[in-house]
């Protein structure tokens, strides 16, 4: 026996009355007569070749053993449907289908985390692709096309095809193992560090290829994982920096040591949003940077104020096709870190750390 193909219509009546528990309240819901409810049941079961109720010997219709297999497939189709109504609507209204972003391993996970949850509640219909790289890896993501806004370290200070806007900072700490040479030197006289073995951690980039910074170390091991340069640290294999937020743990369980080395005494990671300058960011793109720019604020500026999900509007901003904000505002120039730039990476070119 062949088998029809039902009707979205049809399928929307038949779920309709599985919902209302009746043809009458299916047929007040849809504002059609009973008797337009019943002939469009009637007409998918001859589609299918099933009853789908059991409508003598009961007040209320009941589903069939064939009707309880239909109704799931009904619910699957209608909620496609749905999606795919948003999404259209969505994109109508100017919003993104789909928003790929990349961002440095420096940064919080946890806090990323936070403003991703949100970001799924604000927008829905919005599908993220999400890549984590090291230092120049972010920039040249986004430089290929890769990725259409990226949260970089300012290892790229300049690009001709990039926008920058400044975000906030990172706290870099050079540190040791407790049993390390140099973590049992008090103080540590200039230059010593450079005799010991520095941990230092490097990137994939063709962007940036062969350009150190902040590497003091005669001798280094290259690594081109964060994760695995913390492990080697704990190990006591050699001294290097790492995030404070990443290893203030260890710093408060006595597993790594803070070195007070006299070249490094306080360095600052800034954080920068990054898009083509052909491809500004959306409405998604533009509420995603300002909650970053709220969740990484400059060390000792003052916090900033979250963007509601949804709408965004602000002073001076003309809001965009469905209220959401459009690129422009993003054009207006980058505020700098607040406090003193002593001691702080001024834009110097480098992938190694």
């Not at 920039?139 to 970089?152: D, F, K, S, W």
Request: glycine letters at 12%.
């Amino acid at each position: 026996m062949d088998v029809g193909r039902p009707t979205l219509d049809h399928l929307a009546v038949f779920l309709a009355i599985v919902e209302e528990g009746s043809f009458s309240a299916a047929a007040r819901r849809l504002g059609r007569s009973v008797s337009v409810v019943s002939y469009a049941i009637t007409t998918l079961e001859a589609q299918l070749g099933v009853t789908l109720f059991a409508r003598e010997g009961s007040r209320r219709p009941e589903l069939t053993e064939a009707g309880r297999t239909v109704v799931g497939h009904a619910r699957g189709i209608s909620g496609e449907v749905d999606a795919l109504v948003s999404g259209i609507r969505a994109l109508n209204q100017g919003l993104e289908g789909e928003l790929t972003f990349v961002v440095d391993v420096m940064i919080a996970q946890d806090r990323l985390a936070e403003i991703l949850r949100e970001f799924q509640s604000a927008f829905p219909t919005v599908d993220l692709r999400l890549h984590v790289e090291s230092l120049g890896a972010v920039a040249e993501l986004v430089v290929n096309g890769g990725a259409q806004i990226g949260l970089a370290g300012q290892v790229v200070s300049d690009h001709p095809d990039l926008h920058l806007r400044v975000l906030g900072e990172i706290e870099l700490v050079p540190v040791a193992a407790p049993n390390h040479p140099l973590a049992q030197l008090a103080p540590i006289g200039p230059g010593v560090a450079r005799r010991y073995r520095q941990l230092v951690l490097t990137d994939r980039s063709a962007l940036t290829e062969g350009e150190d910074f902040a590497v003091f170390g005669s001798r280094s091991w290259r690594l081109g994982d964060l994760g695995a340069k913390h492990a080697l640290l704990r190990e006591g294999i050699g001294w290097g920096s790492m995030p404070h937020h990443m290893i203030a743990r260890d710093l408060a369980k006595g597993r790594l040591v803070r070195l007070d080395i006299p070249e490094w005494r306080h360095t600052i990671y800034t954080l920068r949003a990054i898009w083509r300058r052909d491809a500004p960011p959306g409405p998604a793109g533009c509420w995603l940077i300002d909650m970053l720019s709220a969740a990484f604020a400059p060390i000792g500026a003052p916090a900033a104020t979250r963007p509601a999900p949804g709408p965004i509007t602000a002073p001076g901003v003309q809001p965009g096709p469905g209220g959401h904000r459009t690129a422009v505002d993003l054009e207006a120039p980058a505020v700098a870190s607040a406090g003193s730039t002593r001691g702080r990476w001024h834009d110097q070119p480098g992938t190694r750390v």
